[in-house]
């Protein structure tokens, strides 16, 4: 298959917070159930691999699109506390402080917000890892979010090559060289590999340093 862009799906309106606030059938299971547990897991060795290596004064995480919290959870029970995480959907910020209230979180938590609003940016300050997963496709302005984060961040990002509805995505990607398309003015990708969800779904999973 050539691949030339992200497919722009312009007839998908991007969902309100009050609709990710209703679709919560899928994201509302333990972590150890989600669909998306491969992938968590693959990503956690993205960010720990990074993180591991540097001092414990330099480890702090912003979580962009936290959602219920589940991969969250993954990351505490690694080890990593200075945390933020950040959702506009308040049903799914106040399911991830109820999922992870067992963990003494060394910053904001979670938190209520727009990753777009440069309020909510500031928080992006004195965060070293960044992590989007599946979060750019449902955002038409995912380029103008990668481009607020501080140069020289790490990222640790997945998007999916699937649409449709009841997914809330304005965009898919064929292969990996469309993530390359879309974000390699702003991220140095180092690395990159493909999670299958099931025979005919998956995601790309990539890291890279802000430019």
């Known amino acids: 298959m050539q691949c030339e862009s992200s497919i722009e799906l312009k007839h998908q309106k991007e969902w309100t917070p009050e609709q990710y606030d209703a679709a919560l059938r899928l994201v509302k299971r333990p972590l150890s159930k989600s669909p998306w547990l491969k992938m968590y897991c693959h990503a956690l060795y993205l960010v720990s691999d990074d993180m591991d290596r540097r001092p ?13 919290g589940r991969f969250a959870r993954m990351l505490f029970q690694s080890g990593y506390l200075a945390y933020t995480g950040i959702d506009f959907s308040h049903a799914r910020v106040a399911m991830a402080r109820q999922y992870n209230r067992a963990y003494d979180i060394q910053g904001p938590g979670f938190v209520t917000g727009n990753l777009l609003d440069p309020r909510v940016q500031d928080l992006f300050g004195g965060c070293h890892l ?25 990222v640790v990002a997945s998007v999916p090559n699937y ?9 898919r990607f064929d292969c990996l060289t469309d993530v390359i398309l ?4 702003i991220l140095d990708v180092t690395r990159s590999l493909v999670c299958p969800l099931n025979r005919k779904k998956q995601f790309y999973l990539f890291r890279g ?3």
């Open 56 to 68: 414990d004064d330099s480890r702090r995480i912003c979580d962009l699109g936290c959602g219920t």
């Open 130 to 154: 960044f992590v989007a997963l599946e979060v750019f496709e449902h955002i038409r302005d995912d380029l103008d979010l990668l481009r607020a984060i501080p140069a020289g961040s790490v």
């Open 163 to 171: 649409a449709g509805p009841g997914s809330g995505h304005v965009r």
């Open 182 to 185: 879309r974000y390699g003015g």
């Open 209 to 211: 340093v802000t430019l």
